[in-house]
């Protein structure tokens, strides 16, 4: 009989679970974290990472951004500025770069920051299915998702929030 009554009280709480874990991947975050050496985008809210991401980068992850084409992403902390929900990348975030550093670097060097950087969905004219192309770096600087996942980032995070991009 005992056995009988824990596993009522087990069914009974089970939905409530899976509804507060849905509920935690939908709320809204307060940082966004990119790890450039591990390939993950990770979201948080009060310092706990809610959820990461296998992400695509540039062809050439490895260091700072320095100028237009280098197919490098760029490290540092940005802003999540605005949404494009008619991007020709699914949908997609902009990154604030270049912030003032960026630019008095570029100026310096005689040579172009670039711009529009984005966290951004599949390329629709990748030929792989979404999960095996965010094992290669196809992006112009950018960071890639799946749209499935570009979708759960949408919801999650609103213009102005943190981005830390790291190496």
């Known amino acids: 009989m005992r056995a009988l009554y824990i596993?009522?009280?087990?069914?009974?709480?089970?939905?409530?679970?899976?509804?507060?874990?849905?509920?935690?991947?939908?709320?809204?975050?307060?940082?966004?974290?990119?790890?450039?050496?591990?390939?993950?985008?990770?979201?948080?809210?009060?310092?706990?990472?809610?959820?990461s991401?296998?992400?695509?980068?540039?062809?050439?992850?490895?260091?700072?951004?320095?100028?237009?084409?280098?197919?490098?992403?760029?490290?540092?902390?940005?802003?999540?500025?605005?949404?494009?929900?008619?991007?020709?990348?699914?949908?997609?975030i902009h990154i604030s770069y270049p912030n003032e550093e960026d630019k008095l670097r570029a100026d310096a060097l005689g040579i172009r920051a670039g711009g529009m950087i984005m966290i951004h969905g599949e390329n629709p004219r990748s030929s792989l299915p979404p999960k095996e192309a965010q094992k290669y770096n196809w992006t112009n600087g950018c960071i890639a998702v799946t749209n499935k996942e570009m979708d759960e980032l949408w919801k999650m995070i609103d213009a102005?929030?943190?981005?830390?991009?790291?190496?």
């Open 7 to 51: 596993s009522f009280i087990a069914l009974m709480f089970c939905p409530l679970l899976a509804v507060a874990s849905a509920s935690q991947i939908t709320a809204k975050v307060d940082l966004v974290v990119v790890n450039k050496s591990e390939s993950r985008l990770s979201v948080m809210r009060d310092g706990k990472v809610i959820k």
């Open 53 to 92: 991401y296998l992400i695509a980068m540039g062809d050439v992850p490895s260091g700072h951004k320095l100028k237009e084409g280098d197919q490098r992403t760029p490290q540092g902390r940005y802003i999540l500025d605005y949404k494009k929900s008619d991007s020709a990348f699914y949908k997609s």
């Open 160 to 167: 102005g929030t943190p981005i830390e991009i790291w190496p």
